[in-house]
């Protein structure tokens, strides 16, 4: 629950940075970067937060297995 909360953090301020960075850039620069006004804070939210998600998965996966105790139960 903590690490969710966490997240929506990361998350909340990533995108208040992200508008912040955009509002001092110009037309010209975002759509060399392949956006627009309109979509270049969903984009990089939405690459905040798929990073986050495979953070999350690479760590849930990498449970450490005792040996001595597989098969056991």
């Keep these: ?7 929506a953090l990361i998350v909340a301020r990533s995108a208040s940075v992200s508008k912040q960075v955009m509002d001092c850039m110009s037309d010209r620069q975002l759509e060399d970067l ?6 270049f804070v969903a984009a990089q939210t939405a690459i905040l ?6 953070k999350d998965d690479a760590t849930q996966s990498s449970v450490p297995v005792n040996l001595n105790l597989v098969g056991s139960l």
């Design 1 to 7: 629950m903590f690490r969710n909360f966490f997240n």
């Design 34 to 39: 392949g956006y627009d006004r309109s979509t």
């Design 49 to 54: 937060v798929a990073e986050l998600a495979a």
